[in-house]
Each structure stands twice: as C-alpha cells, then as structure tokens.
C-alpha cells in the first residue's frame, strides 16, 4: 500500500460524505444519518437506523426491531453469513453481540475487504461465553483488511466486571427493597439494555414491570424466540401490595416523570456504562449505579480489532483521538471519521 494510504485513496470502499458513511463501488451508505436511496443498517438503535432511506437492509434478526421502529420501510433482510452481491460488491452482515440483530457489515470488492463494526459489545482480554450478551448472537470477529470500529468506551479505564457480577448486586438491591417494602425502579435504554438486564436477574425475587415503551421492544425480542422472564405493565397489577416488591425497568426519560408516582416509597437506580466512572451516579441523581453495557470494554475493542487481522483500523463515535494515538503506536495505519452516531443507546445525560 503506498502513502497515500491515509488520504481518500481510490480504492477506499468506504469513505464518509455527508449523508453517512458511504461505499463508492457499491452505491450504497452504512447507517446513514441524512436520507439516501440505500442503506445498509447495522442495528436498529435510532442514531443507527434513521427514517426517510428509500431502501432499507438489514439482519433477519433485526427485522422485528425494525419494524418495530421504522413502521412501513422497504426492508431487506440477510441471514448472517449469507452474502448478496450489489454493483461487484459482496456484502455479508456478521454478528455483532451488540443487540438483537446488530451485525457487522462486511464489504468485499476486487480481492479488498473491509468490515465496519457498527457498535459491538465485547468484554474483556479473551473471549469466553460467560461474558455473552444473552439476548443475542455473540459478536464473531471477521478477518478483514480495513477495520472501522465504534469507541464509545475506547479509554483504558473502561473495563467491565464479569456480568454475573453485576447481576448480583442488582439481584441484592432489589432484594433488599423488596425485603423494606419499596419499589425498585431501574433505569436502562429500552431497546438492548432493559432486554440484557432481564435476561439477566433472578426473576423469582419478586414482580417484574416493564415501562410501555421496554414492554414494546421486549415483546419484538420474545417474537424472535429470545426467552425472558414474564413482565406485565402497572396497569396489569390488580395488587398494590406487589408494587412495594417489583423490580421495575423503565427508559432513562421517565426518571422524572408523573408516571414513577404510583410506586410511592422507591429506590432507583441506573445501568449503563458510564456509571463505572466516580460521580455519574450522583450527576444521574439515583441512589445506585450498575456498570452494565452493551458496548465493548477497552480491552474488549483491542482484542476485536487485534482478531480482524486489519492492518488499517478507521476510528468512530467515541473516544476517536486517544484510540487512534495507541493504535497508531502500536503499528496500525490509523485514522477517524467524524461520524452523528451518538452514545444515547448507553444513556448519558
Ligand atoms: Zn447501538
Ligand atoms: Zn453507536
């Protein structure tokens, strides 16, 4: 490759325009963030998967979800692995552990390779099932030549306690409130998170409540055959006593909402990433923090880009300079793109 590798070399298969990130031989964009003619979506969290694209693809898993978001779009689906072949372009979707049916987009053109991650969750040094997102296909590293990956956590402090960890102490917090007779009411994203946690906690402790807007997504995961514990809206509960012992998961713009009124007497709490960092949880205003995420951990990042074989690596949505600094020392051609993707999906303020 020569030196003007860095800049926008011909054989680029994907390069950022305006309306997104775009791939010149194939004709088509990867999430974009304007309107387009086609677009390929990684997964449907709403900075990822916009309205107004005239052509839509996407995995078969994600199909509910998008739907689910994007009511009436032009949506074509691939299972994972399978490939479709678009103006000499080969493009597969690879699974990205991220959420249900996120997936990685893999782009082969005239022997070249490049994968663009989306957003992905990969926690740790090695790969180990414990460390799975549960709620859906975990994340499969493609060998590549050209690797655009997120860095929503791209800082070496961001490092996740085992998951099963973090499930015990929400089981014990619920438990104790359950135990004082309060409601325990736990902030996190309704599409991902609130699916991950309940998948994750001991659903004997006491009645599980989903706000609407976690009840709509959860019940697209179970029409996908991800299996989760019984939920019912606080409309559903004929029994005011149970109030006073349910684990209650609602999107983070209800926190200081009327609706939160019926539990009386709570303790809240979020779950998200950004509570491992010291003070988040007093910004949040809640009384607990769970450092749960759906995004990669610092060594979770280096150990998906290391596994893709990528001697080129394009940095995105996060922590773009640091993680370019460290690759570039550590003899990757690294570079960014200025993306609108946002961190929503882990709930910053
Ligand atoms: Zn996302
Ligand atoms: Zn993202």
Redesign the pocket.
């Known amino acids: 490759m020569g030196p003007c590798y860095r800049g926008l070399a011909m054989s680029d298969l994907v390069v950022a325009r305006p309306e997104g990130l775009y791939c010149p031989p194939g004709g088509f964009f990867i999430d974009p963030w304007r309107p387009v003619d086609r677009a390929v979506i990684t997964h449907a ?1 709403a ?2 998967a916009r309205p107004g694209h005239a052509h839509y693809l996407a995995s078969r898993a994600a199909e509910p979800l998008m739907h689910a978001r994007l009511p009436g779009i032009r949506l074509q689906t691939l299972e994972y692995g399978e490939t479709i072949h678009h103006d000499g372009v080969a493009v597969s979707l690879h699974p990205a552990g991220h959420v249900l049916g996120s997936a990685q987009i893999r782009i082969e053109h005239r022997g070249e390779v490049w994968v663009v991650s ?2 992905y969750f990969a926690a740790g040094e090695a790969d180990g099932a414990k460390e799975h997102n549960r709620t859906c296909a975990p994340l499969e590293p493609v060998r590549c030549h050209s690797f655009v990956t ?1 860095s ?1 956590f791209g800082l070496p402090i961001y490092r996740w306690a085992p998951q099963d960890e973090v499930f015990a102490e929400i089981d014990a917090w619920w438990a104790g409130n359950a135990r004082n007779g309060r409601a325990s009411v736990l902030f996190a994203y309704a599409l991902g998170k609130a699916q991950r946690v309940l998948a994750g906690i001991a659903s004997s402790i006491g009645p599980l409540i989903v706000h609407g807007a976690v009840d709509t997504i959860t019940r697209a995961y179970r029409d996908a055959g991800i299996a989760l514990p019984a939920t019912r809206l606080v409309t559903e509960v004929d029994d005011p006593s149970l109030l006073r012992r349910c684990l209650v998961i609602a999107p983070p713009s209800a926190q200081r909402s009327p609706w939160l009124r019926r539990f009386g007497d709570l303790s809240d709490a979020f779950a998200s990433g950004w509570m491992q960092v010291r003070g988040a949880r007093r910004r949040r205003s809640v009384d607990r923090g769970f450092a749960l995420s759906d995004h990669a951990d610092w060594p979770g990042l280096l150990r998906v880009i290391a596994a893709t074989g990528a001697s080129r690596v394009i940095v995105t ?1 996060g922590f773009e300079a640091a993680m370019v600094r460290w690759l570039g020392e550590h003899g990757y051609d690294a570079g960014a793109f200025a993306t609108e ?3 929503l ?1 882990d709930d910053t303020a």
Do not use: P, V
């Open positions: 969290h900075d990822h989306g957003d997120e929503t949505h993707y946002g961190d999906d």
